[in-house]
């Protein structure tokens, strides 16, 4: 999947060996100008991304699979989008919670005002994200995916610095890209726990329930409200890094999310780079075969 400016185009090999290009106006949900305002247009283009993604791996699987009419309705589209993001917070924002209140019941850490607690609730975020990410890659269909999230990254770094695109001389370039998706996710991570560990205590400073557990649900409810502005501000994280990639403080900044795609990312073979050389140059509007949707 390739995206430039409002187009998207997605390539898919099918069984027959043939590769299936399509191009589709990017769906976007920023109808409005203050959508687009520097630090919330971030989680705008998240829910974009999202959307945009399912019904991407939608396409693959029928294609794939030659499944005529299996396309996903706008109804189950919704309810996936929301079944994936409630099932997000859930395993990195309410579980992480609980695992720290139970810290606080080992006497190893302190209420949620308390520093130890965030401490706790942030080491819990990055060890779940990571055993997340390092489980799915065992599936055979996610090592796939993998495969062609670095043959994305190949075709990119080619097409940026000149590179002939075509198979041979793409594959010696870095399948690790600074404004990728995962250093967004890693961002996110490193922002909520900075902007927890002061939000919190302050918002408790200003009311604090007196029931125990409506002060836990409170204070998980202010979290998900948080993730807007947090995801607006990884966004404009990423957005600068990718301008600022040649500079060297840029480089040591951009290196845990690197170091990360070395988990979301796997070297591609020369039929996948072929995907994603297909899927680039119908973005760009260079592929007569690329069919309308």
């Known amino acids: 999947m390739m995206r430039s400016q409002d187009r998207l185009s997605i390539a898919v090999r099918e069984p027959s060996g043939k590769i ?16 687009k305002k ?12 999202l959307v945009n993604g399912i019904k991407a791996l939608n396409f693959s ?71 997340y990410i390092i489980l799915i ?29 075509i198979p041979a001389e793409i594959k010696h370039f870095s399948r690790l890209h600074p404004r990728c998706g995962t250093a967004f996710l890693l961002f996110v991570l490193s922002i909520s726990i900075i902007i927890f560990t002061f939000i919190v205590p302050l918002f408790l400073n200003f009311y604090t329930p007196d029931s125990t557990v409506f002060k836990h649900i409170l204070i998980l409810f202010l979290k998900f409200l948080l993730m807007i502005p947090i995801s607006g501000i990884a966004y404009e994280i990423i957005k600068i890094a990718g301008k600022k990639n040649h500079e060297t403080w840029c480089k040591l900044f951009c290196l845990p999310g690197l170091f990360l795609q070395l988990l979301t990312t796997k070297e591609p073979s020369e039929d ?18 690329c069919s309308q949707n």
Request: aromatic residues 14%; hydrophobic residues 50%; glycine residues 8%.
């Open 137 to 165: 890659s065992f599936l055979p269909d996610i090592k796939r995916v993998f495969q062609y999230h670095g043959a994305e990254h190949k075709v990119i770094h080619a097409y940026e610095q000149g590179a002939k695109l």
């Open 20 to 35: 299936c290009v399509e191009c589709r106006p990017w769906l976007g949900f920023s109808r409005f100008k203050w959508q």
């Open 61 to 131: 699987a029928q294609k794939a699979y030659e499944e005529e009419g299996a396309e996903i309705k706008p109804w189950a589209l919704f309810l996936t989008v929301c079944l994936s993001v409630v099932l997000a917070l859930g395993i990195f924002v309410v579980l992480p919670h609980l695992l720290s209140l139970g810290m606080k019941a080992l006497h190893l850490g302190g209420d949620v005002n308390s520093l130890s607690f965030h401490l706790w609730d942030g080491l819990f975020k990055f060890v779940l994200f990571l055993a």
């Open 272 to 289: 996948q780079l072929e995907v994603a050389i297909a899927a680039l140059r119908a973005a760009l509007g260079k592929d007569d075969l």
């Open 38 to 49: 520097p630090f919330l247009r971030g989680f705008f283009v998240l829910l974009e991304t």
